[in-house]
């Protein structure tokens, strides 16, 4: 079934949200997406985007806002509960041929005619295994579940680096239909001159990060 929309126009159901770095990563596809002939409806979980980045959504694909929170943004997992149903009615109205879930959870439970591609950019799971040397427990194990559940539920399941796939399978098994496709991103401009600083951007809570590097430094 996948092979046979590679060759055609095809209509994408996408799903982003509006402050992480999904949503540069879902806009920058969907614009190349578009280029190419076909159609893409970014479906945004979470809070709604500004005004500038709706217009820029709107500018080469159409943009609708679910009421279901993004897996990071839930008290329990019974707040997903409603996710299958809004993901099902809305591939149908846009008679989608391809869905593309931008975290592994929401394709659990998901019943849909066409083709699903889930990509783990990053989860709590492998945070934990990376960071701390844990696995999720109390009201974070649900996490690893559900996470699975989409893994099993997608006909591919995309990784953006080898070593984020590596670390999906160690902390979760062996992963069917798993592949790599790096991110990349449009080229930014070209400055005429360098200024002496060093800037630096992040989650600067998520001891991830290591800013103790940085202060070090």
């Known amino acids: 079934m996948l092979q046979s929309l590679i060759h055609r126009p095809r209509r994408i159901l996408m799903t982003t949200d509006s402050v992480g770095g999904v949503w540069r990563y879902s806009l920058d596809l969907a614009r190349e997406l578009t280029a190419r ?14 005004r500038e980045q709706a217009q820029e959504a709107q500018s ?5 806002w679910l009421e279901t929170p993004p897996d990071w ?9 409603g996710l299958p149903g809004e993901l099902r ?8 041929d391809l869905v593309h879930l931008n975290a592994p959870a929401q394709a659990a439970e998901v019943d849909l005619p066409c083709p699903i591609l889930t990509v783990s950019h990053s989860c709590v799971v492998t945070w934990l ?10 009201g974070w194990a649900w996490q690893k579940d559900r996470n699975w559940a989409g893994f099993n539920r997608a006909d591919i399941v995309v990784a953006p680096s080898r070593s984020h796939a ?25 400055a005429s001159r360098r200024e ?3 800037l630096a951007a992040a989650r600067w809570w998520d001891e991830g990060k290591n800013a103790a590097v940085l202060d070090a430094a």
């Open 37 to 50: 002939g076909d159609s893409v409806v970014l479906a945004g979980l979470g809070p709604r985007p500004s």
């Open 60 to 64: 080469f694909a159409t943009l609708a």
């Open 73 to 81: 943004m839930t008290r329990n997992e019974s707040d997903l509960d």
């Open 89 to 96: 009615e809305l591939a149908t109205t846009c008679a989608a």
């Open 129 to 138: 295994h990376a960071v701390r040397g844990q696995v999720p427990t109390d």
């Open 166 to 190: 590596d670390m999906l399978e160690a902390c979760y098994g062996p992963v069917a239909r798993l592949s790599v496709v790096h991110n990349s991103a449009l080229p930014g401009p070209v």
């Open 196 to 198: 002496p600083f060093v």
